[in-house]
T-cell receptor, first 115, second 111 residues
Framework: NAGVMQNPRHLVRRRGQEARLRCSPMKGHSHVYWYRQLPEEGLKFMVYLQKENIIDESGMPKERFSAEFPKEGPSILRIQQVVRGDSAAYFC?????????????FGQGTRLTVV | GQQLNQSPQSMFIQEGEDVSMNCTSSSIFNTWLWYKQDPGEGPVLLIALYKAGELTSNGRLTAQFGITRKDSFLNISASIPSDVGIYFCAGPNSNNNDMRFGAGTRLTVKP
């Protein structure tokens, strides 16, 4: 399967712990986007990355959240000191070019539950 | 920022019926994308539209890019139970760094 791969599919963390969400883009895609989805809502943009660069993080909370897309390996979304309000589905998408010129394809998401 | 308004919010239809949903924006979009999301899954791209006035089909699905570039519609003909899900419209943000999504249309198909 050459699609966007996210893991884990489900993640349970206690308040105060760290959550690390991984995303491997489709082969040949160098643009990665992270979105958050609350129950019964649409997808909200968090951050856009290219290899080794954060291009736009305007949708990401300033504190506790960070993202990276290293030269080798998957993109990582890290949430430190999680709180109950962080519980949501986090989706990663990838594209071969910037989204104004092409489609983006989504992974199956990581469902984070903070207890 | 650019807002995408989808209507209706939800639909309950009988199997075999046709479905129509739309998406409007106060801003011009250069691309319109329609996604479907099944419960517990990620959005799956259904149709991509790149030109004003473009009409594109994918099986029983047909979507059009409005002439004004501020709207798009999606039609599903002869609905079947597996059409159940949430349908999202999306388009590039004005800075072209990400996609903006509508709130979705939730479709229920009764057998």
């Amino acid at each position: 399967n050459a699609g966007v791969m996210q893991n884990p599919r489900h993640l349970v963390r206690r308040r105060g712990q760290e959550a690390r969400l991984r995303c491997s883009p489709m082969k040949g895609h160098s643009h990665v986007y992270w979105y958050r989805q609350l129950p019964e809502e649409g997808l909200k943009f968090m951050v856009y990355l290219q290899k080794e660069n954060i291009i736009d993080e305007s949708g990401m909370p300033k504190e506790r959240f960070s993202a990276e897309f290293p030269k080798e390996g998957p993109s990582i979304l890290r949430i430190q000191q999680v709180v109950r309000g962080d519980s949501a589905a986090y989706f990663c998408a990838s594209s071969s070019y910037r989204v104004q010129n092409t489609e983006a394809f989504f992974g199956q998401g990581t469902r984070l539950t903070v207890v | 920022g650019q807002q995408l308004n989808q209507s209706p919010q939800s639909m309950f239809i009988q199997e075999g019926e046709d479905v129509s949903m739309n998406c409007t924006s106060s801003s011009i979009f250069n691309t319109w994308l329609w996604y479907k999301q099944d419960p517990g899954e990620g959005p799956v791209l259904l149709i991509a539209l790149y030109k004003a006035g473009e009409l594109t089909s994918n099986g029983r699905l047909t979507a059009q890019f409005g002439i004004t570039r501020k709207d798009s519609f999606l039609n599903i003909s002869a609905s079947i139970p597996s059409d159940v899900g949430i349908y999202f419209c999306a388009g590039p943000n004005s800075n072209n760094n990400d996609m903006r999504f509508g709130a979705g249309t939730r479709l229920t198909v009764k057998p």
